[in-house]
């Protein structure tokens, strides 16, 4: 008699090949290539395809679902379940984003690796559900009370929506930090051909277990990464949201223990952002307008391109994969490099990401944001390009 | 002199003692009993996991037990408890909190456990109010009652948490107050054994707050936990319960618990898989 397998294999349900697929159920699929076997959530306009798609597959493979009563105890689940030494992720959207705020934190605190989607939707409140927006990149950043640092990664393309949450685990393992995938509406809904891969060739870099009863359980010196001890495993961990030792021990009244721990959260990623960070540089050689666009906006930046060059005006366009830590030594050089006389930031907000450019190259080159409240439109090319044209006239 | 030890020490952390708690607070005999009920069922914390959120009885695992323990933030150990069950079924993951933490903020959380049957043991310490931040109301405060927040009386009525939880469908639900330690323990040692939902409410006094402001001292909230408490079975005999305090167990269900019945669909769900592949 043949016994039914207890579990499938992700390529049993999808095996390699090309697809069409939207973007969040590219997404989705790259979680469970990833060994992602815990996701917790509650449902959202314009993320829910994730959630519904893991609530199908997951349980396939192994895995388990669950759907919450909010997004607070959400992200808390996928903690839970990452403690537990189950790769875990939620998928959200703008004012469920606001409530994971609270999680992040903690996820941050005590380094606990996670994977939290935010698909971003027109805000503020409940704003535009179903319209896409690019108004929560410093929301990302800066959403918790406290000092630290996290990995945003913005992904433009459904394929990348595959690729990038795969990358997106390890980073969060590599890092014990939670990393956000924050593609905006139109990024999660199109649907675009992606190539599944064959699982045995995804890379996947895990965290590492304590070797000895005296490894440390928390913090470093910001490059070296205590190890991950998972609960059930003997090593009696104390984890806590409060300041804590490297064995866990509550030392909230110790300056010392807490300067020590803040740095140690937000140098493993500073330190380390060379080993992070990924960017794109494409467009003209002897460009005078440099464009800088991620997201679907860099969709637009890239048509905009080509419309440039049939009126002769040569762009070259940065495109910033890892929003944050962000790209500044790198940025600077494309500056340098490429001698543009104007950087233009394209954003689907009021002007965001643009104050991190003007940060990184007020010395170099003048910075100028186009930004737009679609209110469900999307910046066009032709709405680049003639903001380009602006501004050539005006330098 | 020879060093003192306690016959419970292997399950605390003793370099961290003497504890934080104050004098004549409740948190520690309800560790005594909950202890006592795991010497005798399981003979060490193996596979046992404490989830604890903000709050005076959050701070009885975390750091004292010796065990893998998880302190979360204020309101949310119910969820991070359940990620970690349904993550590693084998651990044994026991939620130790107040009312506060567990009504207040996390009431959703506790509300929706219990309607799940989520295989969590949740151990409430009810001192009526917020004691870590002052002696603040809480939703378990009585009427009239007197706290930081409420100087002229409580305005609002109590909830009765575990009536509310064991309607919610938990498998499980007890209270008894610090005074019942030997029904206390056997509550434990019963709810350990068991799946599903388990939560044990416990009345203790919190001598910092709500005590001196209620009560004046220890005796009389002591007194008041004997006199004007009623066992289940004998409000079921005199068939009221007049304006006393209901404790023992409010129920036992043998439903299956959540992990359960998720196997059971993933299994239903592999097998419609392989149905469709033939």
């Given at each position: 008699?043949?016994?039914?397998?207890?579990?499938?294999?992700?390529?049993?349900?999808?095996?390699?090949?090309?697809?069409?697929?939207?973007?969040?159920?590219?997404?989705?699929?790259?979680?469970?290539?990833?060994?992602?076997?815990?996701?917790?959530?509650?449902?959202?306009?314009?993320?829910?395809?994730?959630?519904?798609?893991?609530?199908?597959?997951?349980?396939?493979?192994?895995?388990?679902?669950?759907?919450?009563?909010?997004?607070?105890?959400?992200?808390?689940?996928?903690?839970?379940?990452?403690?537990?030494?189950?790769?875990?992720?939620?998928?959200?959207?703008?004012?469920?984003?606001?409530?994971?705020?609270?999680?992040?934190?903690?996820?941050?605190?005590?380094?606990?690796?996670?994977?939290?989607?935010?698909?971003?939707?027109?805000?503020?409140?409940?704003?535009?559900?179903?319209?896409?927006?690019?108004?929560?990149?410093?929301?990302?950043?800066?959403?918790?009370?406290?000092?630290?640092?996290?990995?945003?990664?913005?992904?433009?393309?459904?394929?990348?929506?595959?690729?990038?949450?795969?990358?997106?685990?390890?980073?969060?393992?590599?890092?014990?930090?939670?990393?956000?995938?924050?593609?905006?509406?139109?990024?999660?809904?199109?649907?675009?051909?992606?190539?599944?891969?064959?699982?045995?060739?995804?890379?996947?870099?895990?965290?590492?277990?304590?070797?000895?009863?005296?490894?440390?359980?928390?913090?470093?010196?910001?490059?070296?990464?205590?190890?991950?001890?998972?609960?059930?495993?003997?090593?009696?961990?104390?984890?806590?949201?409060?300041?804590?030792?490297?064995?866990?021990?509550?030392?909230?009244?110790?300056?010392?223990?807490?300067?020590?721990?803040?740095?140690?959260?937000?140098?493993?990623?500073?330190?380390?952002?060379?080993?992070?960070?990924?960017?794109?540089?494409?467009?003209?050689?002897?460009?005078?307008?440099?464009?800088?666009?991620?997201?679907?906006?860099?969709?637009?930046?890239?048509?905009?391109?080509?419309?440039?060059?049939?009126?002769?005006?040569?762009?070259?366009?940065?495109?910033?994969?890892?929003?944050?830590?962000?790209?500044?030594?790198?940025?600077?050089?494309?500056?340098?490099?490429?001698?543009?006389?104007?950087?233009?930031?394209?954003?689907?907000?009021?002007?965001?990401?643009?104050?991190?450019?003007?940060?990184?190259?007020?010395?170099?080159?003048?910075?100028?944001?186009?930004?737009?409240?679609?209110?469900?439109?999307?910046?066009?090319?032709?709405?680049?390009?003639?903001?380009?044209?602006?501004?050539?006239?005006?330098? | 002199?020879?060093?003192?030890?306690?016959?419970?020490?292997?399950?605390?952390?003793?370099?961290?003692?003497?504890?934080?708690m104050c004098p004549g607070c409740g948190?520690?005999?309800?560790?005594?009993?909950?202890?006592?009920?795991?010497?005798?069922?399981?003979?060490?914390?193996?596979?046992?996991?404490?989830?604890?959120?903000?709050?005076?009885?959050?701070?009885?695992?975390?750091?004292?037990?010796?065990?893998?323990?998880?302190?979360?933030?204020?309101?949310?150990?119910?969820?991070?408890?359940?990620?970690?069950?349904?993550?590693?079924?084998?651990?044994?993951?026991?939620?130790?909190?107040?009312?506060?933490?567990?009504?207040?903020?996390?009431?959703?959380?506790?509300?929706?456990?219990?309607?799940?049957?989520?295989?969590?043991?949740?151990?409430?310490?009810?001192n009526?109010?917020?004691g870590?931040?002052?002696?603040?109301?809480?939703?378990?405060?009585?009427?009239?009652?007197?706290?930081?927040?409420?100087?002229?009386?409580?305005?609002?009525?109590?909830?009765?948490?575990?009536?509310?939880?064991?309607?919610?469908?938990?498998?499980?639900?007890?209270?008894?107050?610090?005074?019942?330690?030997?029904?206390?323990?056997?509550?434990?040692?019963?709810?350990?054994?068991?799946?599903?939902?388990?939560?044990?409410?416990?009345?203790s006094p919190c001598t910092s707050r709500y005590v001196p402001?209620?009560f004046?001292n220890l005796?009389?909230i002591?007194?008041?936990?004997?006199?004007?408490?009623?066992?289940?079975?004998?409000?079921?005999?005199?068939?009221?319960?007049?304006?006393?305090?209901?404790?023992?167990?409010?129920?036992?269900?043998?439903?299956?618990?959540?992990?359960?019945?998720?196997?059971?669909?993933?299994?239903?769900?592999?097998?419609?898989?392989?149905?469709?592949?033939?």
């Amino acid at each position: 008699m043949k016994t039914m397998a207890t579990s499938l294999k992700v390529n049993d349900l999808f095996p390699p090949g090309r697809y069409l697929l939207m973007g969040n159920e590219a997404l989705a699929i790259g979680a469970l290539l990833a060994d992602c076997r815990f996701f917790a959530g509650y449902p959202i306009t314009p993320s829910s395809e994730i959630m519904n798609f893991m609530a199908k597959y997951l349980p396939l493979v192994g895995g388990t679902f669950i759907q919450m009563e909010d997004e607070l105890s959400s992200i808390m689940a996928i903690i839970g379940a990452s403690w537990a030494g189950v790769r875990a992720m939620t998928a959200t959207s703008g004012p469920g984003f606001s409530l994971m705020q609270e999680g992040l934190g903690y996820a941050v605190m005590t380094e606990t690796p996670i994977v939290l989607v935010d698909v971003m939707r027109a805000g503020p409140s409940t704003g535009q559900a179903t319209k896409s927006a690019q108004g929560d990149v410093m929301q990302a950043r800066w959403g918790r009370h406290g000092d630290q640092e996290v990995i945003v990664l913005a992904p433009a393309f459904a394929q990348e929506m595959l690729d990038l949450t795969i990358e997106a685990f390890n980073l969060a393992d590599l890092y014990r930090v939670p990393v956000i995938i924050l593609p905006d509406e139109i990024v999660g809904h199109l649907e675009e051909v992606v190539e599944i891969p064959n699982e045995k060739s995804v890379t996947k870099v895990k965290c590492r277990e304590p070797k000895t009863p005296e490894e440390p359980h928390f913090g470093g010196d910001g490059i070296n990464i205590a190890p991950f001890p998972t609960l059930g495993k003997g090593y009696n961990v104390l984890v806590t949201g409060s300041t804590h030792d490297e064995k866990g021990y509550r030392k909230t009244q110790d300056p010392l223990v807490h300067r020590k721990l803040v740095w140690h959260l937000v140098n493993k990623v500073r330190k380390n952002k060379d080993k992070i960070i990924k960017y794109e540089v494409s467009g003209e050689d002897n460009a005078r307008i440099g464009l800088v666009a991620y997201g679907s906006v860099y969709r637009a930046a890239r048509e905009a391109i080509e419309l440039g060059r049939e009126e002769g005006i040569k762009i070259a366009l940065f495109r910033p994969i890892t929003l944050w830590p962000s790209p500044e030594e790198i940025l600077r050089k494309f500056a340098e490099d490429t001698g543009v006389d104007a950087i233009v930031v394209p954003e689907m907000n009021t002007g965001m990401y643009v104050l991190e450019i003007e940060r990184i190259l007020k010395d170099i080159v003048p910075v100028y944001a186009l930004n737009k409240i679609g209110g469900g439109e999307p910046i066009s090319p032709e709405e680049i390009i003639g903001y380009v044209k602006k501004v050539i006239r005006g330098v | 002199m020879a060093s003192q030890t306690h016959p419970l020490d292997k399950y605390l952390r003793t370099e961290v003692f003497p504890h934080v708690m104050c004098p004549g607070c409740g948190n520690m005999s309800i560790a005594n009993a909950f202890l006592r009920a795991v010497d005798k069922v399981y003979g060490s914390f193996e596979k046992f996991v404490f989830v604890s959120g903000i709050g005076c009885a959050a701070w009885i695992p975390s750091p004292h037990f010796k065990a893998d323990t998880v302190h979360t933030l204020h309101g949310r150990p119910i969820p991070v408890a359940m990620g970690i069950k349904l993550a590693n079924p084998a651990l044994n993951v026991v939620v130790i909190s107040g009312d506060g933490d567990l009504v207040a903020i996390g009431g959703n959380h506790l509300l929706h456990a219990a309607r799940r049957n989520a295989d969590l043991l949740v151990i409430m310490v009810n001192n009526f109010n917020y004691g870590m931040t002052g002696g603040q109301l809480a939703p378990t405060t009585p009427s009239g009652a007197v706290t930081i927040t409420t100087p002229y009386g409580n305005p609002e009525h109590a909830l009765d948490v575990s009536k509310i939880v064991a309607e919610a469908g938990a498998n499980y639900v007890a209270r008894w107050t610090i005074l019942h330690q030997i029904q206390l323990e056997r509550s434990f040692i019963k709810a350990l054994q068991m799946e599903g939902f388990r939560f044990i409410e416990v009345l203790s006094p919190c001598t910092s707050r709500y005590v001196p402001r209620n009560f004046g001292n220890l005796k009389n909230i002591l007194d008041f936990f004997k006199k004007n408490t009623i066992d289940i079975q004998s409000a079921k005999r005199k068939g009221t319960i007049g304006d006393k305090i209901l404790v023992g167990e409010f129920v036992i269900r043998d439903r299956p618990g959540l992990l359960r019945s998720i196997q059971l669909l993933r299994e239903k769900a592999l097998r419609q898989w392989e149905g469709k592949r033939k």
